[in-house]
């Protein structure tokens, strides 16, 4: 069969994979007589940009990459006599070297962060902490608005070279949208959508909405949030409850912070967290991460409209965004409230950045050595007890010869284990260490379970 490569490729192919069953083609070829520089000398590399750019929040591109290669280069063999004056790096050097050491190119969104005071953003951070420690995590509630254009925006399309003005002509007003409330749940949960026409009587959510059984209408003057509309929708989220208290994280919108609303919200048992202002997409999971994969979903379906040229409504749009977040998968639920607790986001850098995950022997790690690798990355800064010893090891410890262990059982062991006076403080520094495995995805919690159970993943 024809496969586009050279006989020559592919016999030397079949010569390395009878010498190495792990070679693949697709990987990396890395000649070493060719090789720039030492494993040693890319790892003490990609550690400086980690630290020294990417962790501190400043601006770094391709171009800087190749000039801090070349900078690295020359400073290795000033002293060589046989130095290449007119040595360079290719773009397809830096392609594979953010491969190699973990780093990704993203589009970057200029944003001016407000100047908060310290003590307001840790008192926010410590708010979320004790919040996950101690409410179930389905009375955790984020709700946000999105406006849903009918026409998508930054479409591309093709076009021929040398036209600056590419336009498709549409039988509707592009400027035309449909405001959604939308709220999800950190245990995975996403709830009815509240869907909000523009106009002064109930008329118009029959002729902009339709049917969006069994999710929710409503509408307001201006087509937006109102204290009307978010207070209908606070009685919905509090029905799905029985009696408790319900936790609900969102922005700092005029609507959502009114007097009347605070009030309500505490009648109903709601008690509400405020997101500091200009920091949503951080730590909103809808703004940071769900309406873009909801969005994504409804671009496909907007651009068959456009395809087959039919006249798209207001009506459609809410069809569209109904069947989008019917596909919306629970562990992205979960997964977008993750990292809502983590402080060091508001420094710009990851708290699951360990810099071992910049390193070549991180990349050609299996699954398994990867997981190691961070284990004894994190373990020597783990909680310790009174004897200095990580509390963590005793934790993976507990899980024995199998894969899944209680809560109970992984607590009473390692309860047994470790040397603390103070029962309470055992019990939440144990808890505080499943808690950091399960972030690293070195165990993770199994869910339908009657009783709290984890599995190891390493």
């Not at 409230?337 to 983590?342: D, G, R, V």
């Not at 995805?441 to 709290?452: A, G, H, V």
Request: aromatic residues 12%; proline residues 3%.
């Amino acid at each position: 069969q024809k496969t586009g490569f050279k006989e020559r490729t592919l016999y030397n192919w079949l010569a390395k994979l009878r010498n190495d069953p792990n070679f693949s083609p697709l990987d990396e070829q890395r000649r070493p007589g060719l090789q720039i520089f030492t494993d040693e000398q890319e790892d003490s590399i990609a550690e400086y940009i980690l630290t020294e750019k990417i962790s501190k929040g400043k601006c770094f591109t391709d171009d800087d990459c190749i000039e801090t290669l070349i900078d690295a280069y020359l400073e290795i063999h000033w002293n060589d006599e046989n130095i290449n004056i007119e040595f360079s790096i290719s773009r397809g050097y830096v392609y594979y070297f953010k491969k190699r050491h973990n780093f990704v190119s993203k589009l970057c969104h200029i944003k001016r962060r407000p100047s908060l005071n310290k003590i307001l953003l840790d008192n926010f951070i410590d708010q979320m902490k004790k919040l996950f420690a101690s409410v179930p995590l389905d009375r955790i509630i984020n709700i946000d608005e999105t406006a849903l254009f009918i026409a998508p925006k930054n479409l591309k399309i093709w076009h021929s070279r040398g036209f600056d003005d590419v336009t498709i002509p549409v039988k509707f007003n592009e400027k035309q949208r449909v405001t959604a409330v939308c709220a999800i749940s950190a245990d995975g949960q996403k709830h009815n959508i509240q869907f909000i026409a523009k106009g002064q009587t109930e008329v118009v959510m029959d002729t902009q909405l339709g049917d969006c059984h069994p999710h929710l209408r409503t509408f307001s003057e201006k087509g937006w949030t109102d204290n009307t509309t978010f207070y209908g929708y606070l009685n919905y989220i509090r029905s799905l409850f029985d009696e408790g208290e319900i936790h609900i994280i969102l922005d700092v919108f005029s609507a959502h912070r009114s007097d009347e609303i605070k009030e309500a919200a505490k009648e109903l048992g709601i008690i509400l967290h405020f997101i500091p202002p200009g920091f949503t997409d951080l730590f909103q999971p809808l703004d940071a991460k769900i309406f873009a994969i909801i969005k994504g979903y409804i671009r496909h379906m907007i651009r068959q409209f456009l395809k087959d040229e039919k006249v798209m409504t207001k009506r459609d749009a809410c069809k569209f965004l109904i069947a989008a977040w019917e596909k919306l998968d629970p562990e992205e639920i979960r997964d977008s409230f993750n990292y809502l607790t983590l402080e060091e986001r508001w420094e710009t850098v990851s708290y699951f950045d360990l810099k071992v995950m910049h390193t070549i022997a991180y990349y050609r790690a299996s699954q398994k050595e990867r997981k190691d690798m961070v284990y004894n990355a994190i373990l020597p800064t783990s909680l310790k007890d009174d004897s200095d010893v990580p509390i963590m090891h005793f934790v993976i410890d507990s899980f024995g010869q199998n894969d899944i262990a209680s809560l109970d059982q992984i607590v009473n062991y390692t309860k047994n284990k470790i040397f603390l006076e103070n029962e309470d403080k055992a019990i939440s520094m144990i808890n505080e260490t499943i808690a950091v495995l399960v972030s690293y995805k070195l165990i993770t919690k199994l869910e339908n379970r009657m009783i709290p159970t984890f599995k190891k993943l390493f």
